[in-house]
């Protein structure tokens, strides 16, 4: 398609959900939260102002996709989503499913401290649920 | 239009900009950071996936007016993007232009401590230059 390249720290943070039409969906190595990252592919691109309109317009689809996927394989009590982007340049959406119990609540999840690994049983379970969720919602 | 109301803490903490086709702009009441708050104008919701398609695609748009607006008052050196909500359900998404010297960097606003109110010179200016860089992409 194009000469995306994957940031060098998303990589090493996550593991691949799959492609959608505008978005690499990523799970982020953090078993205490359900945390997606979506990471338009498009070179080169650092803010949500600097895509196109039409890429904004299906980056927020996927986005509701993706919150949608979280809360229904999760449940939580709020989805936060967030393009921070002050440590890793490259444009990717946070989507982070928020319990009350949660280790972070009400703060935000970045900076919260470090993050639990996942194991691989309770890894290939979540990946496929997430997979699962995003592909009935047609995404 | 229609029967909606600010949260009262979103009143609280901030100061009206304008209200955009879907959105009421804020400015946080924080001079540290040039800060807006922009609420759809649709009365319970609180996840972006409980807006329409075509409340989304507004919302993404003028989620990029105010960013393209922060940068070209104050030159930041990156956009946050924000829908949190754990603490007022009403949906609202936050834009701060950081800078490297902010005093949060490179971690997010949201919990970085007490906010510095504006004093009125300050405000008025700010908020004109925001309504002029607002109103001049024709938002």
């Known amino acids: 398609m ?3 390249t994957l940031h060098e720290r998303l990589k090493n943070d996550t593991f691949e959900v799959m492609d959608l039409a ?3 969906v990523l799970l982020m190595n953090d078993s205490h939260f359900p945390w997606l990252i ?3 592919m498009r070179t080169g691109v650092t803010e949500v ?11 927020i689809e996927e986005t509701a996709a993706a919150s949608r996927a979280i809360s229904s394989v999760f449940s939580p009590d709020k989805i936060n989503i967030g393009a ?3 440590l890793v340049p490259q444009l990717h959406v946070h989507v982070v ?12 999840v970045w900076g919260s401290g470090q993050g639990a690994p ?22």
Do not use: M
């Open 22 to 24: 505008l978005c690499r």
């Open 2 to 4: 194009n000469n995306f």
């Open 49 to 59: 102002h600097g895509l196109t309109r039409e890429d904004r317009a299906v980056l």
């Open 118 to 139: 996942y194991v691989k049983e309770e890894l290939e379970k979540t990946l496929s649920a997430i997979r699962q969720a995003l592909q009935g919602q047609g995404a």
């Open 38 to 40: 979506l990471v338009p």
């Open 97 to 108: 499913g928020r319990t009350r119990e949660d280790r972070a609540w009400p703060g935000p």
């Open 84 to 86: 921070l982007g002050n």
